[in-house]
């Protein structure tokens, strides 16, 4: 009895979060393109940090980059025969450059943008990193039109953020 509910349990799991555990490869092929996406991403966020006691102005900016290698498929997970398994699971990523202000210093960022669903919905996951200071990081999630996540500064303090446009 107790075997047979973790699959159920795991169905149920994975259709609250928006995966699908019997698409066929028809149905689960993204159907946006990157100027879609694009405007939901780019252009320039801004919000505030405390710091000390006292709030801060940040800002970051962003743009689409065009990469130089592109993957033209899906990613998939390999299991043993007879596992439970999914599928697919779509990724589609947008490779991003822009900075972030904050403190009177401008950080130069690169990264992506991802989104794992085959339909977009104006949400997904940035990922941006300082290629000159390779501790500052930030990590957001893109929803309800509000970046929200984490800034790792080049001294290893993480911040919570938000930010509008």
């Not at 960022?109 to 085959?118: A, D, H, P, Q």
């Amino acid at each position: 009895m107790r075997s047979s509910f973790l699959p159920v349990a795991f169905t149920l799991f994975a259709s609250t979060v928006g995966c699908s555990v019997t698409t066929s490869p028809e149905e689960g092929v993204p159907t946006f393109t990157a100027d879609e996406v694009r405007p939901s991403i780019e252009g320039t966020w801004n919000g505030t940090i405390t710091e000390g006691g006292s709030q801060k102005p940040l800002k970051l900016t962003l743009k689409y980059v065009k990469g130089g290698v592109t993957t033209q498929c899906s990613n998939r997970t390999l299991n043993e025969p007879g596992a439970l398994r999914i599928n697919c699971v779509d990724v589609s990523t947008l490779n991003l450059e822009g900075d972030i202000a904050l403190n009177g210093q401008i950080t130069v960022v690169n990264g992506s943008f991802m989104i794992m669903e085959s339909k977009f919905q104006n949400r997904g996951e940035v990922s941006l990193q300082s290629p000159a200071k390779t501790t500052t990081r930030l990590d957001a999630m893109l929803a309800n039109g509000k970046l929200e996540g984490s800034l790792t500064l080049e001294e290893g303090k993480s911040i919570t953020i938000a930010l509008a446009r």
